[in-house]
Structure formats: structure tokens, C-alpha cells
């Protein structure tokens, strides 16, 4: 055990991401969740792999390959230690959580699950343990049966023994839940669900990172994670299985490596666990895995548990300082993760404020959809621990956030331009002549910073439409926050109204009205409105994932125009 690890400067040391400025703050990296930062003794092996141990693994007599492969074999034996499985044997190398769950789904699945079979899980989930269900349930006429969560974001024991019966043939549950942190009691759901001869798999991209684990003692039957959560390679990870359910499944994927005889018309298998690794695998990222493993070992995952158990209590204390903040998912035992709302602000702007000061928070939905339908809400703002985070880091989010709440989250940057948004000169003023002045104005600020800023602006401006215009058919589809447009056709003529429950969304679509309101409708067929936009710059000031939205927009805004044209 090192004892110096323990030391936050100590630790943080370790990873060189965190000694930088973003927006001109130093980093404080809150959304371990979605990736962890990599500490350099990763970094280190990734690189000295690729310089000078390269080569094909399982394939070559010669030096590099023998070397290649022992290093590979190592790397299971590691996984193995680490999760306390039985052997090696346990461990199938895959490119993460997803593709293991998906492994097991059209396995397990297509081999034992027969029409009016059922499978649990809950609305909690990730949709990497939803999806592949679902899909799974409607190729075999089996039923899915998704349990609801109580408000505070967690499911009994209880609920699941109530559900399971004579037809349910496997149960599929988050470790730890990604979105709220839950830390779900997987082991008398699992021991209830032996007495029933029931299979359980458990997603445990959460928990691996954040737990000392034991499969031995755990006893489900498969268990999938995901190195680049646990400081190691993205595009790798690990299912692990019982040797016995892996040995009486077959093979999902065909090709090299995990066969033992090809002949012309049939083959036969290598053994468990390689004959589910078809091809030449990801040698890297399982190397860089098994080095991120011995970094968590010289920590000690008790002891990690210990501070991190300690950081988030302090963590969710502090949050609720905040006036207006709410917590989203308030169990008694949570793990790495703290979901919140912030009174009065969408979570993307919430985000993007905290962003400006530095700070990496993820938003919206996190990949639980249902989970935020049955709460009613579009989505939150998710903090997330790793082992390099310090009460420090939480003072400073508090900080921000109260900043926020105060209205000092941003500068006014475009008081005098921003009220043109909804009054257009004149009506006669082409397009290309409101790009123009658009232009002028953006000209105003260098920053890009101060760019996205002054759109945010316009969308402040922006006039709210009526409630009774928010509906499903003034929606548009595709956006990460709700957005309506309604427009109305006078004297040959097309005017918009539009708003959305984001400050950054409805900065963009502010700013597509203030060039298209009024406007001829066929001027706006005849206009490449996509180029326009390109010219602005706006796709430069939003997210990639934003872009998508920006898009739908203009598909919509193009479709009212064809429709204005036809009356």
C-alpha cells in the first residue's frame, strides 16, 4: 500500500490533464463518470508499448509476438486479480461494457430465451443495458419488465423478489447507477435470484473504478466493465463470466484466433475464454488496462473507497447550500456521482457556465432516458468523482454555481445589438443584408468565448412565445432542449415565433429568426441556409451534438417555408 498516493498533491501529481487552464481556470475536472483522466504511469505503457514491444499477439514464434502475448495474458491474469474472479479463464477482453452486455444478449440470449420468457431490470439503467435487452425480447417474443425506482433513485430488494417467477429467466442491473450514483444491493438480488435458478449479469462500469470487488463472493454470473473509466485505454474493457455458463455458450463473433480446426464447411472452437475474441484485439488498450489495474492496487481500492465515500457526502452537503439546487436521486449509499437541478436554469446552460469557469460537469440525460421521463424532467447536471478530486474542487463548484444563482454568471456583452432580435429593420431587408449587420456584430468580439456569449444574449432577448404554442406539433425533434417554432403566413410574408427552455438553444434559434422573420417564403427555399450559417460562424460556437439540433432547426424552419408557400 502507498500511503503517499493518499496525499491529494501526491496524487493529483499522477495526472498530467489535470495542470491546465481551460477558459483561462484551472481544470477541475467533475465527470469521471463519462471518462476518468489518466494517471502518466498509463500514458507511459501505452507509449513504450507502441515504441518498442509491438506485434500481433497469439500468432508469431518470434521474439516481439512471444513478448506481445505474454504481456496480453498478463493482462487477464490482472483483471482477474483485481475483480477476485476464480482464474483468467473468466475474463473475455471486449471493447467495453457496451459490446460485453451485447455479448452476453446474443449468447446467453438466443441460446435460452424462449417466447413468453422474461428478463428484469430497471428504468434506471444505462441504455447499454436496456437497449441490448429490448432488442433481445422482441427477436424471441420474450417480455421485458422494467421496474420503476423509488424518488429517491433507489430499488428494494423486495421489488425484485415480487417480480421474478416461474418465467424469468435473467435479470440485468446496474452495479451503481450512472446517472444518481445509487449504489444498488446487487448481492441479495443475486443470492434471491439463485434460489430461483435466475441468471443475473450485473453492469459494472460504474462500479469498478469505485469498489473493491469480489466476484467470488459476489456470485452473479456475469459482470461487464469498461477500462476508461477506471483511469485505463478507451475502446477496451472486459466481460466476465462463469466458466461454466462461458463454456456452454457459443461463440459470437467468427474469424481468427478463436477457432482451434477450420475445415471447408465447419470449424471448431478454441477454449474459454478465446473463443469469444475473434481477430486481432485491442493488445494496447488490454496492456494500458492491466497498468491502470497496478495503479489502483498501489492505492488500494479500500482505501480509495474510504476518500471517495468521505468526498461525497461532503459533496452533496455542500450542493445543498445552493439556493435552488435540488438533488436528483438522494439514496443513502452512493457511488462517484451527484445529479442535481438548479432553479430557473436549463442544466446545458447551468453547464455551459461552469465550463467558462473551467469546470467539466456533464448534462442532460446521461444515457437513462426512461430514468428522466419517470421523473419528469429533460435531465440534470451530473458531478463526478474520481481519485483525484479534492474538497477543493467541490468548494470551487459550489462557488460557481452560487455565482450563477446570484446572476453574475456571465458578462453583458451584447445589451445594445440583442433587442434588434425581435424587430427586424424592416421586413423589405434581405437576408444577405441581415447576415451582414449579424456579422458587423459578431466582428464586435474576438474572443469565441465572447461570441457564444452574445448569442446566449440573443436568446435572453428573445421573446417568449405563448404556452398555448408549446406543443407536440410545434416541437421541433432532434435538439438536446426543448424547442417550438410556430410561424404565421400575412401579406405573402412568413413570420416565427420561437423559444426553448435552454439559454444556448434559444440563442440559436433567436438568431435564425432574426434573419428569416419576414422574409418571402420562397426567399428562404431559394437560400442555402446551412452555408448561411456556416458563414456566421455559429456552428463553431456550439457543441457537436448542438450542430445536430442546429440542423433540425433549419430542416424546420425550411419545412414552413414549403408549406407558406403552398397556400
Known sequence: MVDLALRDDALRANFPALHQCVHGKPLVYLDSAASSLKPQCVVDCL????????????????????????????????????????SEKNIVFTRGTTEAINLVSSTYGRKYIRPGDEILTTVMEHHSNLVPWQLLAKERDAQLRVLDVSLAG???????????NSRTRLIALGHVSNSLGTLNPVEDIVAEAH???????LDGAQGLPHLPLNMQALDCDFYCASSHKAYGPTGVGFLYGKEELLEDLPPWHGGGDMIEEVHRTSSTWAEVPHKFEAGTPNIAGVIGMAAAIDYLEGIGMDVLRKKEEALIDYTQAELQTVSGLTIVGTAS?????????????????????????????RTGHHCTMPLMKYFGISGTVRASLGAYNTKEDIDI?????????????????????ADQIDSPSSTEESIEARKAALLEDLELFEDVDDRREYVIELGENLKAIDNSFKTEANRIHGCLAMVWLHSTVRDGRIYFE?????????GMIALLVRLMDGQAPQTILQTDLFALVNDIGLPSLITARRKNGLNRMIERIQKEAFLAKAL
Not at 433507489?154 to 421474478?164: C, K, L, N, P
Not at 434460489?195 to 449479469?201: A, C, F, P, Q, S
Open 498 to 506: 420561437a423559444d426553448s427552455d435552454a439559454l444556448i438553444t434559444r
Open 333 to 361: 449509499q452512493k457511488v462517484g456521482a451527484v445529479s442535481f437541478l438548479l432553479e430557473g436554469h436549463h442544466p446545458y446552460d447551468v453547464g455551459h457556465a461552469l465550463d467558462q469557469a473551467g469546470i467539466a460537469v
Open 195 to 201: 434460489k430461483r435458478d435466475i441468471v443475473v449479469l
Open 397 to 417: 463548484l459550489v462557488e460557481r454555481l452560487n455565482e450563477i444563482v446570484a446572476g453574475h454568471s456571465r458578462k453583458t456583452l451584447a445589451s445594445s445589438t
Open 154 to 164: 433507489t430499488i428494494s430488494v423486495d421489488a425484485f423478489v415480487r417480480h421474478m
Open 47 to 86: 507509449a513504450h508499448y507502441y515504441a518498442h514491444e509491438h506485434s500481433n499477439v497469439h500468432r508469431g514464434v518470434h521474439y516481439l509476438s512471444q513478448r506481445a502475448t505474454d504481456r496480453y495474458e498478463a493482462a487477464r491474469k490482472s483483471v482477474a486479480r483485481f475483480i477476485g474472479a476464480e
